[in-house]
């Protein structure tokens, strides 16, 4: 999977620019270099397993699960341009409120039918709490594999909070929740962008 840089379309489609009055800053969103150019609109693509890309998220994966009972099967890498757009709006108004970056890559777990809908919609609150609402009825993401595993996903956290199960939203001020460890739940679909999904078979117990 080699980007395709040169070619001047695309790389005039990689700076998107949200027009603002005279008094602001115009918003520029610049996608990420990575990213396949392709004429068939397609949102997915298979990342070589030659190429250090793979062997990162592979790596990172199989260090957060702390399990060699897991065999990859295959990642793919998301394009989905209006969802990025989304997020990256979400990224510039908490670094200019809080002054840092918050941003995290964690896992979410899902089935394929799910993880199919995310790709094409992004994260949807119309699911919290389906697997569970002990910090909020939130969308549920983690640091750690073992708990929550299929995506990985760039999640931008901002502010955090102690989370319980009667939160249907973050409480003012904040933006997420927490189990103060591994756990954090975001209450906006597009606060998370899905920038890989992670395909793999649980090995049986020998």
């Not at 793979?54 to 990859?72: P, R, V």
């Not at 793919?76 to 918050?102: M, P, S």
Request: with cysteine; glycine share 4%; proline share 1%.
């Amino acid at each position: 999977m080699l980007p395709m840089n040169q070619d001047i379309y695309y790389a005039f489609r990689k700076e998107i620019s949200t027009a603002k009055s005279d008094t602001e800053t115009a918003v520029v969103y610049r996608l990420p270099t990575t990213w396949v150019r392709s004429s068939e609109n397609k949102i997915q693509f298979m990342v070589q397993k030659t190429t250090e890309e793979y062997q990162s998220i592979s790596a990172h994966f199989q260090s957060s699960t702390k399990s060699n009972g897991k065999e990859l099967i295959r990642i793919e890498l998301i394009q989905n341009e209006q969802w990025y757009v989304k997020y990256r709006a979400h990224f510039q108004d908490f670094t200019t409120r809080l002054k840092q970056n918050t941003e995290r890559h964690l896992y979410h777990g899902c089935a394929q039918t799910a993880a199919d809908a995310i790709i094409k919609n992004c994260f949807d609150r119309d699911f919290a709490g389906k697997n569970g609402t002990v910090y909020g009825e939130g969308i549920y993401f983690s640091s750690n594999a073992s708990y929550s595993h299929k995506y990985v996903s760039t999640n931008f956290i901002g502010k955090t909070t102690k989370g319980n199960s009667s939160m249907n939203t973050a409480l003012v001020e904040f933006d997420s929740t927490t189990d103060e460890n591994y756990i954090f739940l975001t209450y906006h679909g597009a606060q998370a962008y899905g920038e890989y999904l992670i395909t793999y078979i649980q090995l049986a117990k020998k």
